[in-house]
């Protein structure tokens, strides 16, 4: 477990796995009866969803959506775009959008926008780590594990430049 930058556990491995428990009992009263497809944003919710859709009941189906830009493009236009797009039929469907981590909710309000224009019967938003106080644009977190204390976290999908997701916990990054 002695990790460099790894500073203090925030939440362990035995917690998220209650909450994640704990969550997939409201989403399968929520929906029961019905078909549901879950749209994860990679890379960061991977092992969230695995586990989450896991406790899930009813039948459903799993696509991953990516975003991302290069430096250069991101410096030039400030564009974001889809690295990879859902491919699934999302008409009529009910969409549970997974997420690792909500900051901002501009690029949530941005993925959010992009699969409503697919038609969808429902849209909800799931995420492990809300963080609302650096919200800027409003949007509504239909299930959440954690808020998120203001502190730069890795483990279990977090990362930092592409290292520690595979922790099992979440912990303090220090540099």
């Known amino acids: 477990m002695n990790k460099p ?21 409201v989403i399968n009263r929520d929906y029961k009866g019905e078909k549901l497809i879950v749209i994860a944003v990679l890379k960061g919710s991977f092992y969230f969803v695995a586990d989450l859709t896991r406790h899930l009941t ?9 975003i991302g830009s290069t430096p250069e493009e991101l410096n030039m236009t400030g564009v974001i775009r889809f690295t990879r797009n859902v491919g699934l039929n999302l008409s009529g469907q009910h969409v549970l959008l997974v997420e690792d981590v909500i900051g901002t909710g501009l690029t949530l309000g941005f993925i959010c926008q992009h699969l409503e224009t697919f038609g969808p019967a429902s849209l909800k938003i799931c995420t492990l780590l809300d963080n609302p106080a650096g919200r800027i644009l409003t949007l509504p977190i239909d299930y959440s594990c954690f808020t998120m204390p203001d502190l ?3 483990g279990y999908g977090l990362d930092y430049n592409e290292e520690y997701r595979n922790l099992r916990y979440i912990a303090e990054y220090r540099e």
């Open 58 to 66: 009813m039948p459903l189906n799993i696509d991953f959506i990516s």
């Open 5 to 25: 930058g790894i500073g203090k556990i925030i939440y362990t491995e035995e917690e998220i796995q209650q909450k994640i428990a704990e969550l997939a009992q």
């Open 152 to 154: 730069f976290l890795v």
